[in-house]
């Protein structure tokens, strides 16, 4: 990452420091920025159709984030569907992030983006943006070590800004610190929105979201 050193001894497994302080703004920024080149290369390819499910369009995005992330200088490597081992209680696996950056060394530190399908006037979508998705970072299931990661929506149907002002309105209450905002533009992508929200005791709180609406309309 340009400007920002990562030296083993900065970072060490299962270490308590703050990945997103590592990183730096800039490098934060950067993973964002590559991962919206990624977006508007599967926008231009057409491949996404509105009869897609989630894990379709996270496998073609995926596909074009490997592509962009070999031309870039990012030290941190992208993988999919993160495993994040059994539930400290109870039978099956925790919840599987959608795409992350993660450090070679260190499988717990990385950084993370959840993806979530939305359309126009569909509550249940709206809902499992937070409740499946956000709440996750909210309660350190997903980056236990790092106070920033992303939301990623997919519109495929309906109006984008009535689609966004819905997300919003559902987003502002989930233990908000900061209410969920437009943000500055990531190259040429415009369609970026930021919020704070409490997190559980124990880990890095306030967590910092950037929310990330990919359209293919």
Request: hydrophobic content about 30%.
């Amino acid at each position: 990452m340009k400007g920002t050193s990562f030296q083993k001894s900065q970072l060490k497994a299962n270490s308590p420091e703050d990945l997103a302080k590592v990183l730096g703004h800039g490098g934060v920024q950067n993973l964002l920025k590559i991962m919206c080149k990624a977006y508007r290369r599967l926008y231009i390819s057409g491949k996404i159709k509105c009869t897609m499910s989630e894990p379709e369009i996270s496998e073609e995005l995926y596909i074009e984030l490997l592509l962009e992330w070999k031309k870039s200088d990012a030290s941190f490597i992208p993988t999919c569907e993160k495993a994040h081992g059994k539930r400290k209680k109870g039978a099956g696996k925790t919840p599987t992030i959608d795409i992350c950056f993660r450090k070679y060394w260190s499988s717990v530190s990385y950084f993370g983006f959840e993806c979530k399908r939305l359309k126009e006037k569909d509550s249940t979508l709206y809902k499992n943006y937070v409740e499946k998705g956000m709440r996750h970072f909210l309660l350190g299931e997903y980056s236990p070590n790092c106070s920033v990661g992303s939301m990623i929506g997919y519109i495929t149907v309906g109006n984008i800004g009535t689609i966004i002002n819905d997300v919003k309105n559902r987003v502002d209450k989930e233990s908000a610190v900061s209410n969920m905002k437009k943000s500055y533009p990531l190259n040429d992508f415009t369609y970026h929105h930021v919020s704070a929200h409490k997190r559980k005791f124990g880990y890095s709180s306030p967590f910092y979201f950037h929310h990330l609406f990919f359209t293919f309309i």
